[in-house]
């Protein structure tokens, strides 16, 4: 994939839709091309996050852990970010990202991150993408809890 399809594809994730192109452009040459075969983790329930990927092709599901084994959450395709919350804070990780498919993802670092957002208002608007997403994330696990529990009812 070339410099400016990855710049394209950047485009269309939410949280970079505002992003300048020349911005855009530094974070794809920044990032590197990673490839996974069925049933591999991107990362880990509990590891410590320091990149963020953006599926190009294929799809994962995302698994919590619970003292009953693994639940799935949710699940990506082509064209989404996962991981992204460590880009904006220290933490770990709070599921468990593993393929159903083949994928190709794009993996950002926060170190190329942080340079995309030095203006001001890309940060503005990155930080509420982020924010409308977590909100959606949380309600998604809402959904799945209060499912699980009318279910052991």
Same mark, same amino acid.
């Given at each position: 994939m070339l410099l400016k399809e990855e710049v394209q594809l950047l485009r269309r994730i939410p949280y970079f839709a505002k992003v300048d192109p020349c911005r855009l452009k530094l974070l794809a040459f920044a990032s590197s091309r990673v490839s996974y075969d069925v049933n591999q983790?991107?990362?880990?329930?509990?590891?410590?996050?320091?990149?963020?990927?953006?599926?190009?092709?294929?799809? #994962?599901?995302?698994?919590?852990?619970?003292?009953?084994?693994?639940? !799935?959450?949710?699940?990506? !395709?082509?064209?989404?970010?996962?991981?992204?919350?460590?880009?904006?804070?220290?933490?770990? *990780?709070? #599921?468990?990202? *593993?393929?159903?498919?083949?994928?190709?993802a794009l993996k950002i670092c926060k170190d190329a991150f942080s340079k995309v957002l030095i203006d001001p208002g890309v940060t503005r608007e990155v930080t509420r993408a982020f924010a409308e997403q977590l909100h959606r994330t949380t309600s998604e696990l809402d959904r799945t809890r209060a499912g699980r529990r009318q279910l052991v009812n």
């Amino acid at each position: 994939m070339l410099l400016k399809e990855e710049v394209q594809l950047l485009r269309r994730i939410p949280y970079f839709a505002k992003v300048d192109p020349c911005r855009l452009k530094l974070l794809a040459f920044a990032s590197s091309r990673v490839s996974y075969d069925v049933n591999q983790e991107l990362f880990h329930q509990g590891d410590t996050g320091d990149c963020a990927y953006v599926l190009l092709n294929g799809s #994962a599901d995302i698994l919590m852990e619970a003292p009953d084994g693994e639940v !799935k959450i949710g699940e990506v !395709k082509g064209d989404c970010i996962v991981g992204e919350v460590c880009l904006l804070c220290d933490g770990v *990780r709070t #599921a468990t990202v *593993r393929t159903t498919t083949p994928v190709e993802a794009l993996k950002i670092c926060k170190d190329a991150f942080s340079k995309v957002l030095i203006d001001p208002g890309v940060t503005r608007e990155v930080t509420r993408a982020f924010a409308e997403q977590l909100h959606r994330t949380t309600s998604e696990l809402d959904r799945t809890r209060a499912g699980r529990r009318q279910l052991v009812n």
